[in-house]
């Protein structure tokens, strides 16, 4: 179960890292990729922009994590959670070197 809460967790703390920096006009809803084209769309964001290319490789690597079984939490698994959190680091910095 601390597997499934570490994935909800980083979901919002990605969201929570766009919608609060307060720089775009739409609120990102998901990480999925239709919620990601839809966001950056809306927002007039090239869907080749960095930051776009970085939700949309955080939100790949958080359906990996998802789809991993229970019983196979390897090193692996643990390698792809520590990437995530390096690029949830990633995000932040981004979006702070906007304002």
């Given amino acids: 179960m601390n597997e499934f809460n570490n994935r909800i967790a980083a979901q919002r703390k990605a ?21 990601i084209d839809r966001w950056s769309n809306n927002n007039r964001i090239d869907n080749r922009n960095q930051l776009v290319m970085l939700l949309k490789s ?28 390096n690029q949830l680091l990633k995000l932040k910095h981004e979006l702070e070197n906007r304002r």
């Fill in 15 to 35: 969201l929570n890292i766009v919608n609060g920096s307060g720089l775009f006009f739409e609120p990102l809803l998901s990480l999925t990729e239709k919620a």
């Fill in 58 to 85: 955080i939100s790949e690597n958080l359906f990996f994590l998802a789809n991993k079984s229970q019983e196979q939490v390897t090193e692996d698994y643990k390698i792809l959670s520590e990437k995530v959190n």
